[in-house]
């Protein structure tokens, strides 16, 4: 995946401005797709281009799901941002959490320590570990930082679709499950709430919000196992230089 896309779509996000997928955003080696209608029916009218398949702001507790009014954000939010590509028929995913304006010091904890929790699972990627590994690295920092671990939605694995096997749980016993080798390739991906871990989803049957009302984070990188240890291609190359 050209990671370089989610740190120009980060720049994109403004406090007052509305949020949209902007038709210049995109670098030139992105190549357009029409949205599916599914898709389409959610965006902002007028947006010719997709690069994944939702944008959501996060505020009083909800993930909305963009629809057909722009969604203004306010000092204090937070804005979810889940990314993906297709590159050469392979798939990447990654999402990242950003605070709008000054936020809380509980919230800006939140974010620190749902980041902190992938960056432990992406640790794990390495061959002769267990997917179990992966999953306790994640469930260990967050609760023990007090928070909830979103139960409804896990990693996956992913390659030339965009969920394959195997699910990715945020939570799990180390030791436990598949043997990692390389060349497998996970979307890891903590979901992290304030409050209670239990989440619903609304009657679009596509926005999902926190059961008791509180914020959630999300973070998430496509990670590849190799015999020299975790690669994160989603990472951006910028930010490495």
Not at 38 to 64: C, D, K, Q, S
Not at 71 to 91: N, P, Q, S, T
Not at 198 to 210: I, K, P
Request: charged share 25%; aromatic share 6%.
């Amino acid at each position: 995946m050209k990671a370089e896309v989610l740190s120009d779509v980060l720049q994109a996000v403004r406090l007052t401005g509305a949020v949209y997928f902007d038709n210049e955003l995109s670098s030139p080696w992105v190549t357009a797709i029409p949205p599916s209608r599914e898709i389409a029916r959610r965006v902002m009218p007028g947006a010719e281009r997709v690069i994944e398949y939702h944008l959501f702001a996060e505020g009083e507790g909800w993930a909305r799901s963009v629809g057909q009014e722009s969604i203004r954000m306010r000092e204090g939010d937070i804005i979810g941002l889940d990314l993906g590509a297709i590159v050469d028929g392979y798939y990447a995913d990654a999402a990242v959490t950003l605070p709008v304006g000054e936020v809380t010091e509980e919230v800006r904890r939140l974010l620190d320590v749902t980041r902190e929790s992938l960056e432990l699972a992406i640790a794990q990627c390495r061959p002769g570990q267990r997917l179990g590994d992966v999953s306790a690295a994640v469930q260990r920092h967050v609760e023990a930082a007090g928070f909830g671990i979103v139960r409804a939605f896990v990693g996956h694995g992913i390659g030339r679709a965009l969920h394959e096997d195997p699910q990715v749980p945020n939570f799990g016993e180390p030791g436990r499950g598949p043997l990692l080798r390389a060349g497998m390739v996970l979307a890891l991906e903590p979901m992290v709430t304030m409050g209670h871990w239990e989440v619903r989803v609304l009657e679009d049957r596509w926005t999902a919000v926190t059961a008791d009302g509180s914020l959630a984070a999300h973070f998430e990188h496509t990670v590849a196992v190799t015999e020299r240890g975790p690669d994160v291609l989603t990472a951006d190359a910028r930010e490495a230089a």
